[in-house]
């Protein structure tokens, strides 16, 4: 195996910490303490589990977390309701809607009623079209990690061919902006591609975003090529054990670290930055309310 991994685990600590030291400055010099809200309607155990999860790390580096835990037969007039509440308040500086939410609320109506300027899923519309315009906005949080990480790894990536597999609004498309405004040549490839493993040897990085496990084998890879794999994706595993599971992303790991120059893991390489990012959209969020300039490094 020839390639450097990129340890996303590591990396999402010292996002972490920046993230904790600036909150530390805001309280101390401003007495301004950051406040992420956080909606999460039903009890999908998944969803549960991610809202547990970033509730304890916001309050790991000093913000203020607010739960909001409705019924998941909650009416979207009372959802609306709430979020305009946290819209007008003036210590949430972020608001994060857990999604999916139940097929009976208008996922688009619910996201675009926040506040643009809180938004820090940056998935508002307005925040999709300041993103694609080139100017500042709220930048969803897995392709802003995965920026991070290419920046910190390369230094530099203006001029290199990126191919990004998938183009959801989540991640495949915010992916190839962000990319692009980091002036790679970037190619979007989806499922009716029709020359997938030739399209991805051109590419000096490869963002995989699909959901199909280990689809995307070394031989595809460019020698030296960086490899994202965003994919996060259960199989069975046997060899642990009847009944036993494991997660894989959507590149074949052993063969394309084979390959690769550099490569970021599953688990412990996309997946750790995206609740890094959430935290540092959220003090970003926070420093720009207050007219105060966001902590180096931590935006697109
Ligand atoms: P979506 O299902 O929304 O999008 C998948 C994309 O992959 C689509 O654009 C689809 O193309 C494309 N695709 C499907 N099959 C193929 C194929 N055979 N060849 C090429 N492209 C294909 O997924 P998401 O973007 O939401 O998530 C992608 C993966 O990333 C998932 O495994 C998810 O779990 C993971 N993820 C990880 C996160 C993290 O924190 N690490 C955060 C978010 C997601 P088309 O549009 O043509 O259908």
Redesign the pocket.
């Given at each position: 195996m020839s390639a450097t991994v990129i340890d996303g685990k590591a990396f999402a600590a010292t996002v972490r910490e920046k993230v904790a030291s600036h909150v530390a400055r805001l309280k101390a010099e401003h007495d301004i303490t950051p406040g992420l809200a956080v909606v999460l309607v039903g009890e999908d155990p998944a969803s549960q589990v991610y809202v547990r999860s970033k509730g304890k790390q916001t309050v790991e580096v000093g913000m203020n977390s607010v739960e909001h835990k409705l019924d998941a037969a909650t009416s979207e007039s009372d959802l609306l309701a709430l979020i305009d509440q946290l819209n007008a308040d003036p210590t949430v500086h972020g608001i994060l809607v857990q999604l999916p939410l139940p097929d009976h609320l208008n996922e688009d109506l619910v996201i675009n009623s926040i506040a643009p300027s809180k938004d820090v899923d940056g998935f508002h519309i307005s925040n999709v079209g300041l993103l694609g315009t080139g100017q500042q906005s709220m930048v969803p949080c897995?392709p802003l990690g995965c920026l991070m990480m290419l920046r910190d790894h390369h230094g530099s990536i203006s001029g290199l061919d990126a191919v990004v597999?998938?183009?959801?609004n989540?991640?495949?498309k915010p992916m190839a902006q962000l990319l692009l405004g980091d002036s790679c040549t970037v190619t979007i490839?989806?499922?009716?591609?029709k020359d997938?493993a030739e399209t991805v040897r051109r590419a000096d990085i490869v963002v995989a975003?699909?959901?199909?496990p280990e689809?995307v084998p070394g031989d595809w890879i460019k020698p030296g090529a960086t490899v994202i794999d965003?994919?996060?994706?259960r199989i069975d595993a046997p060899e642990k054990g009847p009944g036993k599971t494991r997660l894989v992303g959507?590149c074949h790991y052993e063969s394309c670290a084979a390959v690769a120059g550099a490569i970021t893991p599953v688990p412990g390489g996309?997946?750790p930055m995206?609740i890094a990012c959430l935290l540092a959209n959220t003090v970003t969020a926070c420093c720009r309310a207050n007219d105060l300039d966001p902590p180096e490094g931590l935006t697109a």
């Open positions: 897995t597999i998938g183009r959801s989540i991640v495949g490839a989806h499922s009716r591609t997938l975003a699909v959901g199909r689809m965003v994919g996060i994706n959507d996309v997946g995206t």
